[in-house]
C-alpha cells in the first residue's frame, strides 16, 4: 500500500510545503487511495469500516515506531498515532459514507507526513526487538511515566495505544507490538532533547 516511486530532492529547506505534495504528488496519492479498497463492494458496514481503521493504525504503528532512530520520534509522525485516537471516536457517529471520507482522510494525512519527512525507512523488527523480555515490562510503570512527563504528548500517545490495545484483539494488532512502542515513547523522554521535526528519511520534494 505504501510503496511509491518517488523523485529525490536536490535541496530541501526547513519550511514543510504541503502544497507541493498534491503538485508533485497528487496522482500517487489519489491511486494509493483507491488502491485501499474501501469502495461499495469492500465496505458494506460498520464493522468493515472499523476493519479497515484497523489496517490504518497498525500502518501508523509500525511506521512510527519502526522509524524510530537514536531515541528520537518524529513529531509530525506521532500526530498521525494520536489523530487515529480521534478518528476511533468520531466513526461511528458519522455518516456511512462520511465514514469512508475520514478514512481516507486519515489515510492522506499518514502519507503526506511521509512525504514531507522523506519516506523514513521502517522496519517491524525494530519495534519488536526493543525493550528485552516482554513480561518485564509493565504498563503499570509505563502509564506511570506517562502522567509524569513534563511533554503534554506523551500521555496522549500512551492513552492512544491503550485504546488500541483495549478495543483491537492480538490478532489483527499485536499487543507486544502496542506494548514495546509504548515504552519507546517513555524510554524516549528519559533522553528527551526534542522531537524530531527535520525529516528522518531522505528528502522528496524537489
Given at each position: 500500500?505504501?510503496?511509491?516511486?518517488?523523485k529525490p530532492?536536490?535541496?530541501?529547506?526547513?519550511a514543510?510545503p504541503v502544497d507541493k505534495?498534491?503538485e508533485y504528488?497528487?496522482?500517487e496519492v489519489?491511486?494509493l487511495?483507491?488502491?485501499?479498497?474501501l469502495?461499495?463492494?469492500?465496505?458494506?458496514?460498520?464493522e468493515d469500516i472499523?476493519n479497515?481503521?484497523?489496517?490504518?493504525?497498525?500502518?501508523?504503528?509500525?511506521?512510527?515506531?519502526g522509524?524510530?532512530?537514536q531515541?528520537?520520534?518524529d513529531?509530525?509522525l506521532i500526530?498521525?498515532l494520536t489523530?487515529i485516537?480521534?478518528?476511533?471516536?468520531l466513526l461511528?457517529?458519522l455518516p456511512f459514507?462520511?465514514?469512508k471520507?475520514?478514512?481516507?482522510?486519515g489515510?492522506?494525512?499518514?502519507?503526506?507526513?511521509?512525504?514531507l519527512?522523506?519516506m523514513?525507512?521502517?522496519?517491524?523488527?525494530?519495534?519488536?526487538?526493543?525493550?528485552g523480555p516482554i513480561?518485564?515490562?509493565?504498563w503499570?510503570?509505563i502509564?506511570?511515566e506517562?502522567?509524569?512527563?513534563?511533554?503534554?504528548?506523551?500521555?496522549?500517545?500512551?492513552?492512544?495505544?491503550l485504546?488500541?490495545?483495549d478495543?483491537?484483539?492480538?490478532?489483527?494488532i499485536?499487543?507486544e507490538?502496542?506494548?514495546r512502542?509504548?515504552?519507546m515513547?517513555t524510554?524516549f523522554?528519559k533522553s528527551?532533547?526534542?522531537?524530531e521535526?527535520g525529516?528522518i528519511g531522505?528528502?522528496?520534494?524537489?
Amino acid at each position: 500500500m505504501l510503496s511509491m516511486n518517488l523523485k529525490p530532492a536536490q535541496d530541501r529547506a526547513g519550511a514543510f510545503p504541503v502544497d507541493k505534495i498534491m503538485e508533485y504528488y497528487g496522482d500517487e496519492v489519489i491511486q494509493l487511495v483507491r488502491k485501499w479498497k474501501l469502495n461499495d463492494h469492500y465496505v458494506k458496514s460498520l464493522e468493515d469500516i472499523m476493519n479497515k481503521l484497523v489496517e490504518l493504525t497498525r500502518a501508523i504503528i509500525i511506521i512510527t515506531f519502526g522509524s524510530y532512530r537514536q531515541k528520537s520520534l518524529d513529531f509530525f509522525l506521532i500526530h498521525n498515532l494520536t489523530s487515529i485516537h480521534a478518528i476511533r471516536i468520531l466513526l461511528p457517529k458519522l455518516p456511512f459514507d462520511e465514514q469512508k471520507r475520514l478514512l481516507q482522510i486519515g489515510l492522506i494525512g499518514l502519507l503526506g507526513n511521509m512525504w514531507l519527512q522523506g519516506m523514513p525507512k521502517f522496519d517491524l523488527e525494530k519495534i519488536m526487538n526493543y525493550g528485552g523480555p516482554i513480561d518485564r515490562i509493565s504498563w503499570d510503570s509505563i502509564i506511570e511515566e506517562a502522567i509524569t512527563s513534563n511533554d503534554e504528548h506523551v500521555p496522549k500517545i500512551i492513552r492512544a495505544l491503550l485504546v488500541i490495545k483495549d478495543q483491537v484483539p492480538d490478532s489483527l494488532i499485536s499487543h507486544e507490538l502496542i506494548q514495546r512502542s509504548a515504552v519507546m515513547t517513555t524510554d524516549f523522554m528519559k533522553s528527551f532533547k526534542d522531537w524530531e521535526f527535520g525529516g528522518i528519511g531522505n528528502p522528496l520534494l524537489p
